[in-house]
């Protein structure tokens, strides 16, 4: 028998909702206002440095996301073959 882990149980729990408000209102219940915003600060520096305009600082300067924190999202961003944050940038830029 194969263990499920958690975090796939987790994500296919979050591919079952079917709008933006539905997961808001999951996430809101899974994870404490501290959380949501760093993982909402994540998102925002993924997105500014995809966007390519500013540096590491003047990002922290605009989010007040710390350097170590920004540093980490370019890594997985650039570098880390999850892939995550590339997938979700490229398909909303699809959209746009």
């Known amino acids: 028998m194969t ?13 079952q909702l079917d709008s933006a408000k539905d997961v ?13 915003r760093a993982l909402a600060e994540r998102w925002e520096v993924a997105r500014l440095l995809d966007r390519g305009e500013l540096t590491y600082r003047e990002i922290h300067d605009v989010t007040g996301v710390s350097t170590t924190t920004i ?6 961003l650039r570098q880390e073959t999850n892939g995550g944050y590339r997938l979700l940038l490229d398909r909303l830029g699809a959209k746009a």
Request: with cysteine; proline share 6%.
């Open 3 to 15: 263990e499920k882990l958690p975090i796939n149980d987790l994500a296919g729990a979050l591919a």
């Open 71 to 76: 540093v980490r999202v370019a890594r997985f």
């Open 24 to 36: 808001a209102r999951f996430l809101d219940d899974l994870c404490t206002p501290t959380e949501l």
